[in-house]
């Protein structure tokens, strides 16, 4: 992958054969790093971190940035970081916009397809710079984001010869971007061109350089090792009618994460789909004790009753699921969340009618909450979480807890892992809180006062966390309730600010 990249970025300096050359190089000037938690790339040996990860993160990933190519650095007293396709800049009052390389790299350029020119009535004209935009590119210029993200065309669409492969190929440049038609590629026919590598070697006179360190690699048991993927969850099928009501119809379902099969339960609201879809995350439970769809079974049947489909795993080694012998070993949490990852794939890649793939949500309970907290950072398809009781968002606070008091169990953490004295950095790799930053869905906290299983200071720290990080969180604390909260609690309130959460954040 590093010498893929690479090259790329070799190549990109003849792309334009009228861009200026600069004479002197000039040293770009490195800025203090932004605050937060870093992801790092090891094909570059770069990270992103806080505001600019979050923004990276949520507007299109690796797809529509590429690698970050650069530290965070000062130009025009600002700070600005490069990568692939980009260059994030960070403006007053904490905005994030993206640098006009599209002007930038194209600057002096004179022949034909940069003169303004006139409307030619097949697509869309845009009078501020004199140019049309049409197929190829229009539609996906209208569903990427449009001006905001990409800006005016600043050329008409004509053909250019790529500097990777030597062959012609059908390009339109904008403020920002440049689109490229590749025909060979049915499933992904437009690209984005790596302007952000060619705009800094414009800039600074050579390729920026590249610090491939294979330390990068994340543990694979960690949070960081779940956000860069890849996710193979597939397969999502009904294989049972398990109960038919006048408000839904409950199915048993399977599909596929990490290579296994993982049972569950499926709730549809009766009435023409699609609907959207909640994900519902139950509490640990002792495997001989749990049946399929145990701990959500007023929460589901409720949220199906109210327009949504209500999918429950039961995660692995449980029901009949497939087993994972190191599930324990990795503080089961871990595979949890791995297989709800993997069922948000499987939802978005599936043909059901009823799933409505664009509306997600997520409802935790107990340790299914720790899976809410530890998503939160993981995935911006979930527009918003309501957790029930949940864990601590410090995994050391669990494993003292739960694992611990199991000397088994706890043998076998030590064996692969460490305990926390010793190898404290797995546990904060596996802790939901130090990502909280980097939180983008709105969450909704419930905890009873009396709860005797889990403690309740643990969910005012989370919420205190979450707010200082700068997510949006409402912490509701039902007074007196137990880690279970009563059919009176429920119905005094609690499942209708639910509902209200839900239908604010994920259904409209």
Not at 40 to 46: D, M, R, S, V
Not at 351 to 368: A, E, F, Q, V
């Amino acid at each position: 992958m590093r010498y893929r990249v690479l090259l790329l970025l070799l190549l990109v300096l003849p792309l334009l054969p009228s861009q200026p050359t600069a004479a002197v190089a000039r040293a770009p000037q490195p800025a203090a790093a932004l605050p937060g938690t870093p992801m790092c790339f090891a094909p570059t040996g770069y990270c992103l971190r806080g505001v600019f990860l979050r923004y990276w993160r949520v507007n299109g990933g690796l797809p529509q940035f590429g690698y970050p190519l650069t530290p965070e650095l000062t130009e025009d007293g600002r700070t600005v970081q490069y990568t692939e396709r980009a260059r994030l800049e960070l403006h007053e009052n904490g905005t994030i916009l993206l640098g006009l390389l599209g002007r930038s790299v194209t600057g002096g350029r004179g022949d034909a397809p940069f003169q303004a020119t006139a409307d030619r009535g097949n697509g869309r004209f845009f009078a501020p710079t004199g140019h049309n935009l049409a197929a190829p590119f229009q539609g996906w210029w209208e569903a990427q984001g449009g001006l905001p993200v990409y800006g005016y065309p600043v050329s008409e669409a004509f053909s250019e010869t790529s500097p990777t492969d030597g062959k012609p190929y059908l390009v339109q440049y904008f403020e920002r971007h440049r689109l490229e038609y590749h025909p060979d590629r049915p499933a992904a026919p437009i690209q984005l061109g790596l302007l952000g590598a060619q705009a800094y070697a414009g800039a600074y006179g050579t390729p920026p350089p590249l610090k491939p360190d294979p330390a990068l690699t994340p543990d694979p048991v960690s949070l960081d090792a779940l956000r860069r993927g890849p996710r193979d969850g597939s397969d999502l099928r009904v294989v049972g009618t398990l109960e038919r009501t006048a408000a839904y119809t409950k199915y048993s379902i399977t599909y596929r994460s990490d290579g296994r099969k993982i049972t569950g339960v499926m709730y549809v609201p009766s009435g023409a789909g699609p609907f959207p879809v909640i994900i519902m995350a139950h509490g640990y439970i002792p495997i001989a004790d749990y049946t399929t769809g145990m701990d959500s079974r007023r929460e589901s049947p409720f949220l199906a009753s109210n327009g949504y489909v209500a999918i429950h795993p039961d995660f692995r080694n449980y029901a009949g699921s497939d087993s994972d012998p190191d599930a324990q070993a990795n503080l089961t949490a871990f595979g949890w969340t791995a297989d709800t990852l993997n069922l948000v794939a499987a939802i978005q890649g599936s043909n059901l009618p009823s799933l409505d793939k664009t509306r997600l949500g997520l409802w935790g309970h107990s340790n299914g909450g720790q899976v809410g907290l530890q998503t939160l950072s993981l995935d911006t398809s979930i527009r918003a979480y309501v957790l029930f009781a949940p864990t601590s968002p410090d995994a050391v606070d669990n494993f003292n807890r739960w694992t611990r008091p199991n000397a088994a169990q706890t043998r076998a953490v030590a064996a692969k892992h460490g305990l926390p004295d010793t190898n404290p950095a797995f546990y904060r790799g596996i802790s939901a809180g130090p990502w909280f930053d980097q939180a983008v869905a709105p969450v909704l906290i419930f905890h009873g006062t009396g709860d005797t299983n889990t403690p309740y200071a643990w969910s005012v720290r989370s919420a205190a966390l979450l707010r200082a990080a700068g997510a949006a969180v409402t912490f509701v604390s039902p007074p007196g309730e137990n880690h279970l909260f009563s059919d009176s609690a429920w119905r005094g309130g609690i499942s209708r600010q639910m509902l209200a959460f839900f239908d604010l954040h994920v259904k409209r």
